[in-house]
């Protein structure tokens, strides 16, 4: 291969990452209403070739002030910060866990410290290809159908691609 075949694969690469990106987009847009879930087929040329899932947002256990958690975790777990009052990263980890099962952290006694929190992000959509979603994408390629056109065009209840009119 040359440098210049090489340079066109890439620039060729990139155009198709774009396009992928914005019929990403486009779907996602047109899922929007999809509420923690739900869950949706995925349906090409009469096969289902996957699903997408609305998932709950992550959540994440954050710091909101070092210094004071430090000083938060000396008062009730001394032996769990150094001296520079920093906890320990594997107290973190505790730390972390305990306020997953509760809600919030909190010490031995119930006390919630407010120099954590525990914040749950976006919903975001979960998608998982079938097994057999090879197969059917190199089937229809192979037929000649573009990407393009299959993602826009191809009817979800098609039987099977030669009945779908997008040639």
Known sequence: ????????????CKWIRGQVGKWE???????????AGDRQAALLAGYKIGTVTMCGGRREFRIVDDNRLAEWVAERWPDEVEHIVQVRPAFLQILLDRTLKYGALTDDAGEVC?????????????????????????DLLYRG???DRIIRELPEGTTDASDADIA
């Open 1 to 12: 291969m040359t440098n210049r075949t090489a340079a066109a694969k890439l620039a060729v």
């Open 25 to 35: 987009d486009e779907a996602k847009a047109e899922l929007s209403d999809m509420v």
């Open 114 to 138: 407010p120099w954590a929190e525990l914040r749950h992000g976006e919903p975001y959509l979960m998608t998982k290809p079938d097994r057999d979603i090879d197969g059917v994408m190199e």
């Open 145 to 147: 159908y573009t990407i």
